[in-house]
């Protein structure tokens, strides 16, 4: 939404392309960008400020320090807290079907914005979140119905969280010494006392949200029913290795708004070549009151919030075979062969121990990554996490 709000043509000529350069100047601050959903009930209200940029500059501009209000046609009014990063949040707003909210917003520049009053929309309960085998991979899908037929207009969000667990696990670490002429070597375990693995490196947890825009709409079919694909995961990949879990978000929307996010959509992801839909301007129902001429980018929106998650466990898609794709190596356990060939890698456990004692004689390494879940993931086990 940042860089879409003018019109940029592409335009091939004798085979060659030619950059279009906007004569339009925008100002150094840039337009205001208010994305997300108020929600009606139980859940998080979170509206993310942000600040469009010129056309050649790559940085994300938020926008920090503002007041965001809630307010009702019956006078009502409720307070989003600024969490960092241009977002604001409320918890449980509890808001009346019977009346019309808008939002209201003041910035540190002295400039007041307001939306449109607008009704708490109907949001019926997701049907069902559902996946298939397809095309070697696992591809979900998302259903919903509405069978008072009043809704119509759908968005979804989904943010996908699995567990996975490092190639190797570590028992050992590198012990230095150092000496005159040079530093010594040797691997020990870590725990001399249980001679145990460290799991704090061994389990983690990767987290990836939705980005691009998930929208359908039932206004031409007779019933207020949806089934469409959600999202794809590779074959072989690393989601379900061990565990996978997708909770999806669904918002509903009045068809203004929605027909504001079909525009949006088709100005992020319709617009590889000239045959696609040329960007168009991104009029929404919040406007700055203090200068009414100055564009704001961005559509409120009320309703309750749905949500549904589901897991996916490997032994339900046989054959998944994911492969972390780790080599290890084998390495003696002496300064010289470690400064060699282990000082680039990570100790894991032992290979060989001496027959006289339990000495170690030589130990298996690999890659940081591969050892070290923490590098790639985090050991903070979600707390719906069964």
């Given at each position: 939404m940042k860089?879409?709000?003018?019109?940029?043509?592409?335009?091939?000529?004798?085979?060659?392309?030619?950059?279009?350069?906007?004569?339009?100047?925008?100002?150094?601050?840039g337009f205001l960008v208010v994305e997300g959903a108020i929600i009606s009930g139980q859940g998080t209200t979170t509206i993310k400020l942000s600040r469009t940029t010129k056309l050649d500059i790559r940085k994300f501009e938020v926008e920090l320090g503002a007041i965001l209000t809630v307010e009702g046609d019956d006078n009502s009014l409720y307070i989003l807290f600024e969490k960092g990063n241009?977002?604001?949040?409320?918890?449980?707003?509890?808001?009346?079907?019977?009346?019309?909210?808008?939002?209201?917003?003041?910035?540190?520049?002295?400039?007041?914005?307001?939306?449109?009053?607008?009704?708490?929309k109907n949001n019926p309960p997701i049907e069902d979140v559902s996946w298939k085998r397809e095309n070697g991979g696992v591809q979900l899908y998302i259903s919903t119905n509405d069978p008072q037929n009043n809704t119509r207009y759908y968005q979804w969000e989904y943010t996908e969280t699995w567990e996975f667990h490092s190639a190797y696990p570590s028992y050992l670490k590198y012990k230095t010494q150092s000496i005159p002429g040079g530093d010594t070597y040797e691997v020990v375990f870590k725990d001399s006392t249980t001679f145990s693995?460290?799991?704090?490196?061994?389990?983690?947890?990767?987290?990836?949200?939705?980005?691009?825009?998930?929208?359908?709409?039932?206004?031409?079919?007779?019933?207020d029913a949806i089934y469409l694909p959600l999202t794809f995961i590779p074959p072989f990949s690393q989601q379900i290795g061990i565990l996978y879990s997708i909770n999806v978000k669904q918002y509903s929307w009045s068809k203004e708004g929605y027909e504001f996010l079909e525009r949006m959509k088709k100005n992020t992801e319709g617009t590889g070549s000239v045959f696609d839909a040329q960007p168009s301007e991104l009029k929404g129902n919040i406007y700055c009151i203090t200068d009414p001429a100055e564009p704001v980018i961005g559509f409120v929106n009320i309703c309750k919030a749905q949500e549904k998650r589901i897991f996916i466990k490997p032994s339900e898609v046989p054959g998944w075979n994911y492969n972390d794709g780790c080599r290890f190596f084998e390495i003696e356990?002496?300064?010289?062969?470690?400064?060699?060939?282990?000082?680039?890698?990570?100790p894991a456990y032992v290979a060989k121990t001496s027959p006289f004692g339990g000495a170690i004689l030589s130990f298996i390494a690999s890659t940081s990554d591969c050892v070290d879940c923490t590098l790639t993931g985090t050991n903070r086990k979600p707390v719906f996490w069964p």
């Open positions: 860089k879409i709000f003018f019109i940029v043509l592409v335009f091939i000529t004798s085979g060659c392309k030619e950059i279009y350069v906007s004569p339009f100047q925008s100002p150094e601050t241009g977002h604001y949040e409320g918890i449980d707003l509890n808001l009346n079907n019977a009346h019309k909210y808008r939002l209201r917003i003041k910035t540190t520049a002295g400039k007041e914005y307001l939306s449109d009053f607008s009704v708490v693995f460290d799991p704090t490196i061994y389990t983690c947890w990767k987290s990836n949200a939705s980005t691009n825009l998930l929208i359908g709409s039932s206004a031409r079919l007779s019933r356990n002496q300064s010289d062969s470690i400064r060699l060939k282990g000082l680039g890698l990570m």
